[in-house]
């Protein structure tokens, strides 16, 4: 098995250069590093460093030498260093996150002018030598702390649970975060007023409105069929289609994996155009993340590489967002909102993973992010009263039921469902049951018809007939 590389490998090697004024060649690196990594690797390493402006070079072949990238040293302040926080990202939000100092080698490095920066491709190396169970983007402690943290009484029972206790407050703040993160305009309040009463915000253009409902859209699939998701090329493909519905120029491309190049703004990273690579990488980056034990582990290495990689012609960063959701929701830990999170800092985080293979401003994000989800959503939950158990009971068979009526075309009367429900719905529940049906059948729209499954051409047919 090939050695694998400590996280903090480039935090080491310009440890050791700083530490050697005349700089040190590939063998003295080595050295100084005590053999923690193969020449080859290192060398590797070091080529991908030059070319992203993290480390310097002089000389050639066995006169190279390598040295620091000129002052190191890491800001003192823990915000945006050198950008002011725009409206939606108030200064004392930004300010709130706490990034260690690896986090702010990674954001000085990455706010060097663009042109400062040189071009990198996707590098393979970094997805292959991460070992899921060995390799650790989270540190023990840390995992512990998310663990203790992200508990809930709802660990031993039906995975989603938690999430469809909270349900209604998840689809806003998930929905209305996520899509600022992505440039939306619209407020909590203009979201709160599209999916609860299916009012878009006067004013706003279309692909907004239909940004927040696609987000709703996808996260009632992962909460509605908590039991049934996966990291799998399934789940992954259509939660992609549902967040990219009626927003791409061509429809055809909504969870398919994209066949030509793409340009990333704001950085000099440029990922891999060549399909049949893509499918290879998406397969292993499939494989390895559905191997991951942890929930936080592989809920962050989603959150990390699937932006990395691209896989589709758009939407990937909404769809690592989401995606990183899943195990959380599967576990019936607290899940992960995005919300108040600076976007300027979420993106430095990503550019860092893009040009420098390091993930340390993102994990700083990704952490104090979970820990304001779980704040709001313990407290929500704690307001909330205990579920009724009649609709626990049957939470499956309603939902068959709703589904059933709506595709079979069937006029919805007591004797209708009570028909439908004889055959796995106890005597003495009957009554009740058709009852709950009928109401749900009574408030279907467009806006909800996804948590029972269903199609709009599907919902529109069984309306009009």
């Known amino acids: 098995m090939p050695k694998l590389l400590p996280d903090d490998l480039l935090e080491r090697v310009t440890n050791a250069l700083t530490a050697a004024p005349r700089g040190l060649s590939l063998a003295e690196l080595q050295g100084a590093l005590k053999d923690i990594v193969s020449r080859r690797s290192l060398q ?15 000389g050639i072949r066995r006169g190279r030498r390598y040295l620091p990238a000129g002052n190191n040293a890491a800001p003192t302040v823990a915000a945006d260093v050198g950008r002011p926080a725009s409206a939606s990202e108030p200064e004392a939000v930004t300010s709130s996150v706490a990034i260690s100092a690896a986090g702010q080698q990674v954001q000085a490095l990455v706010h060097r002018p663009i042109a400062d920066r040189a071009p990198i491709g996707y590098q393979r190396d970094f997805l292959e030598r991460y070992v899921p169970n060995e390799t650790e983007y989270l540190p023990e402690n840390l995992k512990t702390h998310l663990r203790a943290l992200g508990h809930t009484p709802d660990e031993h029972r039906p995975a989603g649970t938690f999430a469809r206790d909270i349900l209604n407050r998840l689809l806003i703040d998930l929905s209305w975060a996520s899509s600022r993160l992505e440039g939306n305009t619209y407020s909590l309040l203009d979201t709160r007023e599209l ?80 399909p049949q690579l893509i499918e290879e990488l998406f397969t292993l980056f499939l494989g390895k993340a559905a191997a991951i034990r942890d929930p936080f582990e ?18 990937n960063k909404r769809t690592s967002r989401l995606a990183a959701n899943i195990p959380l929701i599967k576990e019936n830990l607290v899940p992960l909102s995005f919300v108040d999170v600076p976007d300027k800092l979420y993106i430095d985080g990503l550019i860092g993973v893009y040009e420098l293979n390091r993930v340390e401003l993102l994990r700083d994000v990704y952490l104090w992010a979970y820990e304001r989800s ?4 313990k407290t929500v939950r704690d307001s909330l009263p205990e579920p009724d158990a009649f609709r626990l009971k049957y939470r499956s068979e309603i939902a068959d039921v709703v589904r059933h009526t709506v595709r079979e075309k069937i006029r919805p009367t007591d004797a209708a469902l009570a028909r439908l429900a004889k055959s796995f719905v106890s005597p003495e529940d009957l009554a009740r049951f058709t009852s709950i049906v009928l109401a749900e059948l009574t408030d279907l729209h467009e806006g909800n018809i996804a948590r029972f499954r269903l199609r709009p051409t599907e919902f529109k047919q069984w309306k009009e007939g």
């Open 195 to 274: 999916i609860e009463h299916g009012k878009a915000a006067p004013g706003k253009d279309a692909k907004e409105t239909q940004m927040i409902l696609n987000h709703k859209a996808a996260i009632e699939l992962l909460v509605e069929s908590a039991e049934e998701i996966g990291v799998n090329r399934y789940t992954i493909t259509n939660l992609h289609a549902l967040l990219a519905d009626n927003l791409l120029e061509d429809s055809r491309n909504a969870g398919r994996l994209r066949t030509t190049s793409v340009a990333i703004g704001g950085t000099t990273y440029l990922p891999t155009a060549i």
């Open 44 to 58: 590797r390493r070091l080529d991908v460093w030059v070319r992203s402006g993290a480390i310097k070079a002089e």
């Open 374 to 377: 779980v704040r709001r959503y």
């Open 298 to 315: 592989q809920s962050f290495f989603l959150m990390a590489q699937f932006p990395y990689l691209q896989p589709f012609i758009d939407v």
